[in-house]
Structures are given as C-alpha cells and as structure tokens.
C-alpha cells in the first residue's frame, strides 16, 4: 500500500494515505513541501520559511450526517 496524490488544486495536495502510514508519510510530505527543492534550484538564496497546513479526515471535502 502506497499514499496516492489525488489532487492539486494551486497549493493544496490532496493525498490517499494508508491509516497506518499517516504519521511517516505526513511528515515526509510537509519536509518536502517546507524545502521547496525545486524553487531552491532556480533560487538557491531563497530562505523565506514556508508554512504548510495538514488536515487529516476520512474523506475531503464531504460532510456526513
């Protein structure tokens, strides 16, 4: 089992993780997205602190009675 990118929409992901995987792939993707490694190939002096905003749900965008 794999977390799968569902969807992007300007800069928020929406990603499919395995329950049991939340906490690792949670933190490997807010690493990634705070280095920004790609804006740090065109712009290497960039140092301005990238916040990055996680929300956890069983479903996105949906609401249950």
Not at 6 to 18: G, Q, R
Not at 20 to 45: F, G
């Amino acid at each position: 089992r794999i977390a799968l990118q569902f969807n992007e929409v300007h800069d928020s992901l929406l990603l499919d993780i395995p329950p049991d995987d939340t906490s690792a792939i949670t933190e490997l993707v807010v690493e990634t997205m705070r280095a920004v490694p790609s804006l740090r190939k065109i712009a290497p002096s960039f140092s301005c602190p990238l916040d990055v905003e996680v929300k956890i749900g069983p479903h996105w965008g949906m609401r249950h009675a």
